[in-house]
């Protein structure tokens, strides 16, 4: 089968987004009066969203936040992340390059990802990427997040794509979990934020280099 529809998974994915969002994260602990953090405290909840951080933060740096008081933290995140957003974040390597050959080979693209639409979109603008795709869907979006599979196919359907024909390519078991749902195949990276290999987790294919991943396109 010659795939024409590849999705993408946004952070672990495309993007090393993890120090703005390890620095978003401390900027909440801080404000209520808790340790920094590192990268390896959440490394593995960013596929999770933003809430997942902020509860990993809290739970190693003392007292686990308590859930009524979540939206304000999450809001404090938001405006943080929001104005810092590509600080430190870049695409990771040959990800320009796939992605112009993705496009000069016609193939539809987008992006669903469990970080909200609108700072995705900010993201993607910010490092000149969001000419490359077609959609761009969040867990806002449509109000379910994956790894269920309405995001994704919300996506193939906003670019016009065919979901028969579809590829997802990510990082984690969330994106693993949502190819399954939605009944198409996974590329998975090896350098992105999961805890666990793409191989134990059933990737379908598996992308060590965006330079060296022309294999996904020919399935």
Do not use: W
């Not at 669903?112 to 969001?130: I, M």
């Amino acid at each position: 089968m010659q795939i024409n529809t590849i999705i993408f998974d946004l952070d672990g994915t495309l993007v090393h987004t993890a120090p703005d969002l390890l620095r978003a994260t401390n900027h909440v602990l801080g404000l209520n009066g808790r340790a920094s953090i590192g990268l390896d405290d959440i490394l593995d909840t960013v596929s999770f969203g933003a809430k997942s951080m902020i509860r990993r933060g809290f739970k190693v740096t003392g007292k686990a936040v308590r859930e009524d008081e979540m939206d304000g933290l999450f809001a404090g995140f938001l405006d943080y992340y929001s104005a810092n957003i590509a600080v430190d974040s870049q695409p990771f390597d040959g990800v320009v390059a796939f992605l112009e050959k993705c496009r000069n080979g016609g193939l539809a693209a987008g992006v669903c990802t469990n970080k909200l639409e609108a700072l995705s979109v900010r993201l993607l603008d910010a490092l000149d990427l969001s000419k490359y795709f077609d959609a761009v869907v969040g867990p806002d979006t449509i109000g379910i997040a994956k790894p269920d599979a309405a995001p994704y196919l919300e996506c193939v359907r906003r670019i016009g794509g065919d979901v028969s024909r579809s590829l997802m390519v990510g990082d984690s078991k969330t994106d693993v979990l949502t190819a399954r749902a939605a009944g198409v195949p996974v590329a998975g990276v090896t350098f992105g934020y999961s805890g666990e290999t793409m191989a134990e987790l059933g990737a379908d294919f598996i992308i060590s280099s965006y330079r060296d991943a022309d294999h996904i396109l020919n399935y």
